[in-house]
């Protein structure tokens, strides 16, 4: 991507800052000024370019004011996104032509003809139609108010009164209050931090939580609602069917009739909710409207005197004796508790989250549903303490409704309240068999009223409202998920349909759902099923709001403040005690529902990244461990290798990442390094840093970091991976890299460079492992030609596959990475029963038996068998074996198979001496030039790679013993699994890089094996001591 550069000739008015612009200006900023002149960003993003032209002097800027834009992911209609300059464009030189990446990105909405002309772009005068959107009153006060008025109001709150008295009544109230009430005040502080969009309280808690908790949480409530459909459904058809009853009329039988008006009524709920929020809006205030008449004519009954007919129900009015009998509980049923009757009520209480499940058609959700929610939750709450005391204290419990039932108030005969005021009920109350009163008949409101069809339109209204504000919510929530991505196979139904993205599919499997609980027909029995679920969601989203703020996230900035995280955690708690105190086998069927899909989604890791409290608080434990780990010192029992691999871009050479993968296995650190040794420039730098070499280790699942610096020189970028690595205790202490199988043919200061990395590595105290292979270690990349490819450049010798680049940057600060591919290496496949060859001829501190040991802990390698070399003396085999054999038992290490090699300190063949001598021959410096020669050979400090005759007589010992070791290892392991031997050590100074590369070449020379030679820092890595 090209970006234009400034004009040598640009003003300084052009760049002139102007006033901030909000995201209600769309062409001008607060006063009237064009902000368009600053700058101008195209359609696709591509350019960046002045509107004027003129001299740019040093005082002039494309620095741009605040703007609305840059920090939104859509784009406000009519005009162009702006874009804030990237810091390449204030930094670099003018004449720097490379294209940089912007530091936003453009969004799927924006505008496709991004180099069309300005008058296109700006002839689109025509706005899209707008969806409805709602207030706090119309689209959550009266929607939460309307669903927590539910059928549980008008049809069980005078029996759940009559079982549990008032005063637990008020308790039962008072509890689901402080809990929805704590809850409503955790989902305000959750939906102000940031904008809100649609899905409701599944957005709220997997925008928080992640989706780990997020998407299970978002299937429990789409289903709770689904069942809350039939739930209210059911009510208004139970009220229909006794006012069938009632008038002699009757369809089949009460629970078929009660199933018959209920899939009619949902049916037409579901006609309803698919016409639009427009309309289901419109019903939702008439319905309102209903209720709040039905309640005026409630309390105009209980003051008005009652009739002969409404005394024989059980009616006196307002009476101190009815109130103070009524006050105490009196369970009848097997299923009358304190939490049985919480478990009826509760769900009465669960329409706070009305409002917010569709957060996505309100105007502002942010003010909107914090306003709203509490609002509705005190006003509901008042309502229902109101209407307990006030039939607690009209109507006693049991009454006959015969008018014939009467007696003198001083009866001694008479059984119950009623005898004070001239009424005997005694006969129905013994036998249990009263129709009336607030313990029998649930139509007690309408009884009650001085117009008693009002409280049947207020029990249409509510339970009708509430279930069609569930009915709209399912699907709400249910699509968001299904656009999430999160679980496979529902997909299907997240499609949205018109200008309000209505999820018509996701409507027909509520229905589907809501019809099969509409055949249970008993409310008794729907209700304790949801209101575990309804715990389940609340706990989670007061837990959300603890963990949110107990993470300290700068990013956690609610403009809501009347919350308090120590409160949201006992919220949390108490949902879960009630949730096993209501009903405990629902209670383990949600959490059960809820650890399934949690450990699914860990599973499965679905790619979305939402900045969740749960990533901050990895964060916090993370960083807590590691400084925790500073007041420990290292000790020799607790070590563990820490690679720090030079592979360059991983995906280049994946024999030696899975085999440093094969030590650490996420037990210990892992690091790759990468090294960009090209002219520097924001796509080198993008290469070095770029995330598509972390996803390939993810798709290899490969636990380790990736690090990628920029230096002049390998040997400088090491050195500052070797220095900068890690973090604390946490750093690398094994240098990995392979081995340079193209020194010969490379420039000798390339392999000078090679050997000064070994040098560094030691000097710092690494241990250090250098693999080398038959077949070579580098795939070859074209995308990845302009990087270092590090020690193997020869890409014949290497067996190279090319493959295509498969990383598309877009102009933004994020790429978009396809997958690279993954070539299986030998370190992959099981060994077998082969064996891992172990030349212990060198103490490293333990390093050399440690490495086959963590080997032989991996699936791929338990089958091998250890054999472990060491030198000795043909008289002395046994003693020096059984010598081993005890310090090897001792460091528990498991290995019982040594061998001693007597021949080991034999001279070499001539031959292979020979082929040695050839090998440095090319870096021989010559100690008597020809004089005539026109030029004359370089000096060793010009070149300190050169060989001069004292530096071959100096180490001939250690030359000749590399030459040796190479001819017993084509003796005895031709067929290993895996050789690791002792790594020589040159000295610096002393031993010429060429050399030393020479000596590390034939000693791995010709092996069908992979060769491991390793050198650990001289320091104990094994110990047999218990402290």
């Not at 101190?320 to 009465?348: H, K, R, V």
């Not at 031959?911 to 100690?927: G, M």
């Amino acid at each position: 991507m090209e970006l234009a550069i400034v004009s040598d000739a640009a003003p300084m008015a052009a760049y002139r800052p102007k006033t901030p612009v909000s995201e209600s200006d769309e062409k001008t900023g607060y006063g009237g000024s064009d902000m368009s002149g600053c700058y101008d960003c195209y359609g696709d993003g591509s350019s960046i370019t002045p509107r004027a032209s003129g001299a740019l002097t040093g005082y002039e800027t494309l620095d741009a004011p605040p703007h609305y834009d840059f920090y939104a992911n859509t784009e406000v209609w009519g005009r162009r996104r702006r874009f804030r300059p990237s810091l390449y464009q204030l930094h670099a030189r003018p004449q720097d032509d490379s294209g940089p990446p912007m530091y936003e990105d453009t969004t799927a909405g924006q505008m496709e003809e991004g180099d069309g002309s300005e008058e296109e772009g700006d002839g689109q005068t025509e706005l899209p139609p707008e969806p409805p959107r709602f207030g706090w009153i119309q689209g959550v006060m009266i929607r939460c108010m309307l669903n927590i008025w539910g059928v549980i109001l008008f049809l069980r709150m005078p029996w759940i009164t009559a079982q549990a008295g008032i005063g637990l009544t008020w308790m039962i109230i008072l509890l689901s209050s402080c809990i929805t009430g704590v809850t409503g005040v955790s989902t305000s502080a959750i939906a102000t931090n940031g904008k809100v969009k649609g899905g409701g309280t599944y957005f709220l808690i997997s925008r928080s939580l992640g989706p780990e908790l997020g998407g299970s949480i978002g299937l429990i409530l789409a289903f709770a609602n689904a069942v809350g459909v039939a739930l209210h459904t059911v009510g208004f058809a139970e009220t229909v069917a006794d006012l069938l009853r009632e008038n002699g009329a009757t369809m089949v039988d009460q629970t078929n009739d009660i199933r018959i008006v209920g899939v009619i009524t949902v049916t037409f709920l579901l006609g309803l909710s698919m016409a639009g929020m427009a309309w289901e809006s419109k019903a939702q205030v008439l319905f309102f409207l209903l209720i709040m008449l039905s309640f005026a004519s409630y309390i105009a009954g209980t003051v008005m005197p009652p009739t002969l007919q409404k005394q024989a129900k059980g009616f006196f009015s307002y009476k101190a004796d009815i109130f103070a009998t009524n006050f105490l509980p009196s369970w009848q049923g097997p299923d009358s508790t304190f939490f049985g009757m919480f478990s009826i009520f509760f769900p009465a209480a669960t329409g706070i989250l009305a409002g917010v499940n569709i957060s996505g058609d309100l105007k502002n959700p942010a003010v909107a549903i914090p306003r709203g929610t509490l609002n509705a939750i005190f006003w509901t709450a008042l309502s229902y303490l109101i209407l307990t005391a006030t039939i607690g204290s009209c109507v006693v419990r049991d009454a006959s409704g015969l008018v014939n039932d009467t007696c003198p108030p001083s009866s001694e005969d008479c059984v119950g309240l009623a005898c004070k005021y001239g009424w005997d009920f005694s006969e129905c109350i013994a036998n249990k068999s009263c129709p009336f009163g607030i313990r029998n008949y649930y139509q007690s409101m309408s009884m009650v009223s001085a117009f008693g069809p009002l409280i049947t339109v207020g029990i249409f209204g509510a339970t009708l409202s509430s279930a069609l504000a569930c009915l709209v919510s399912a699907p709400k929530v249910f699509q968001c998920l299904c656009k999430d991505h999160i679980y496979p196979l529902i997909g299907f139904f997240g499609k949205g349909y018109g200008k309000n993205d209505e999820p018509l599919r996701s409507y027909i499997l509520t229905y589907i759902i809501a019809i099969c609980f509409i055949i249970v027909a008993e409310l008794n029995v729907i209700a304790p099923i949801i209101s575990n679920f309804y715990l389940c969601s609340y706990c989670l989203i007061n837990f959300s709001c603890f963990h949110a703020s107990i993470t300290n996230s700068p990013g956690w900035r609610p403009t809501f403040r009347f919350y308090n995280k120590w409160l949201s955690l006992l919220c949390a708690v108490v949902c879960v005690v009630i949730m096993f105190l209501l009903k405990w086998w629902a209670a383990l069927i949600a959490i059960g529902i809820v650890m399934f899909f949690l450990g699914y989604t860990l599973y499965k890791k679905p790619a979305v990244n939402w900045g969740s409290s749960v990533q901050a608080g990895n964060y916090n434990m993370a960083l807590k461990h590691c400084l925790g780990l500073n007041s420990v010192e290292d000790h020799v029992k607790n070590y563990r290798p820490q690679c720090l691999v030079l592979t360059g871009p991983p995906s280049s050479r994946p024999a030696l990442v899975d085999l440093a993968n094969c030590f650490t296995k996420g037990l210990s650190l892992m690091m790759c390094g990468n090294v960009v040794t090209t002219r520097s420039s924001p796509s080198v730098l993008e290469n070095a840093k770029s995330d598509s070499h972390v996803s390939w280790l993810n798709q290899r699942k490969i636990k380790s970091f990736y690090g990628g610096v920029l230096a002049t020189e390998l040997q400088s970028g090491v050195n500052m991976l070797l220095q900068g690595a890690g973090l604390g205790r946490m750093k690398p202490n094994v240098l990995m890299m392979g081995f340079k199988s193209d020194w010969h043919s490379d420039s000798p200061q390339a392999a000078h460079n090679y050997i000064g990395i070994l040098h560094d590595a030691f000097d710092l105290q690494y241990g250090v492992c250098v693999l080398r292979m038959r077949e070579g270690l580098d795939i070859f990349c074209p995308s990845q030609s302009q990087v270092n490819r590090g020690f193997e450049g020869d890409a014949d010798s290497a067996n190279p596959i090319s493959t295509p680049s498969r990383i598309q940057t877009r102009p933004s600060s994020s790429s978009v990475v396809e997958p690279e591919p993954q070539p299986s290496t030998v370190f992959q496949k099981k060994q077998g029963k082969k064996t891992i060859d172990v030349y212990w001829l060198s103490d490293d501190g333990g390093l050399t038996l440690l490495l086959p040991y963590l080997l032989t802990r991996r699936k791929r390698w338990a089958m091998c068998k250890v054999r472990i070399f060491v030198g000795g003396q043909t008289d002395k085999k046994e003693e020096q074996k059984n010598e081993v054999l005890t310090l090897i038992k001792k460091f528990r290490l498991g290995f019982h198979d040594v061998e001693v090699l007597s021949d080991i300190y034999q001279n070499p063949q001539p031959v292979n001496v020979h082929q040695f001598q050839n090998t440095i021959s090319p870096f021989r410096l010559d100690s008597n030039p020809k004089q005539d020669s026109d030029s004359e050979p370089p000096s060793q400090q010009e070149a300190p790679w050169m060989i001069t005759d004292q530096d071959l007589e100096r180490n001939m010992a250690k030359s000749l013993r590399q030459i040796r070791l190479n001819e017993v290892l084509l003796d005895y392991s031709r067929e290993a699994a895996l050789i690791i031997i002792p790594m020589p050590v040159g000295r610096r100074g002393v031993c010429p890089s060429t050399l030393y590369l020479a000596w590390l070449d034939i000693l791995s020379k010709d092996l069908r094996p992979p060769v491991l030679l390793v050198r650990g820092n001289q320091e104990n890595v094994l110990t047999f001591y218990c402290q």
